[in-house]
């Protein structure tokens, strides 16, 4: 049978193949609930084939429900997660090469924003793009396009106004947006109490190569989430520090 095949196709549907299978392999292991939650299926599905081989009237006519179910169930339940999965595995895709950091002036306003914020226990979000595009995020957000500033981005988060809930995204030295809303991390190393501000923090910072400036408006503590880790810092010069070394 496989003679009468031509090569070139027999390269091709094995590269077809290989292509799929790494895909779902990351797509799996890029989330460690979602993996969690698929061998339970995989388990389910393989129930139902021993229950329909050897013949269990009762336990084959469960489980041919639940088989049939189980897909619906995975997609309503866990489409969160299989969003973060998809941005995590096509994030190689998402890269911007035309990079463009922001200058001198920027990094001052960041840095001084910050430290206001954290004074007045005013919570904030802010998000510095590198090389992975934040234009899906930005797209859903209200588009400002404005020079990055002090006195905007204090504006923007101050209580009560239209912005203030969600994240500015800078790129270079402008606000592309404000009210952005990002997927929240599901790192099982959180405390419960840790609030959504700064699991939205630790979310972007998994799938794209972002930095993200967190205000705590319960403690005023600062914080910065890149690499998927975050770090606690109130100090102006090692905030200053860590933003130098990620736009530079």
Known sequence: ????????KIIV???????????????????????????????????????????????????GYLTQWLPIVLIVIMAPDIRRSLEFVWKADSR??????????????I???AMTLSGQKIGALITIEKHNTL???????????SQVSKEVLINIFTPNTPLH???????GDSILCAGAYFVLSDNQNFEKTTGSRHRAGLGISEIT????????EETGNVSIAVEGIMLKINDRDKLMEYINMFMK
């Open 111 to 113: 840095v001084d924003t």
């Open 96 to 109: 911007n090469e035309e990079l463009v950091m922001g200058s001198e002036r920027t990094k001052q306003a």
């Open 209 to 216: 190569d972002s930095l993200t400036i967190i205000v705590s």
């Open 13 to 63: 549907d094995a590269y077809i193949v290989w292509v799929l299978v790494v895909f779902v392999v990351k797509f799996l292991l890029s989330n460690k609930r979602m993996l969690a939650v698929v061998s339970s299926f995989l388990l389910v599905y393989f129930l139902a084939f021993l229950a329909n081989y050897f013949d269990l009237f009762i336990s084959s006519k469960i489980l």
């Open 1 to 8: 049978m496989w003679n009468d095949i031509p090569i070139w």
């Open 165 to 171: 809930d969600g994240a500015v995204i800078i790129r």
């Open 135 to 145: 234009d899906q995020y930005a797209e859903r957000a209200i588009m400002m396009n």
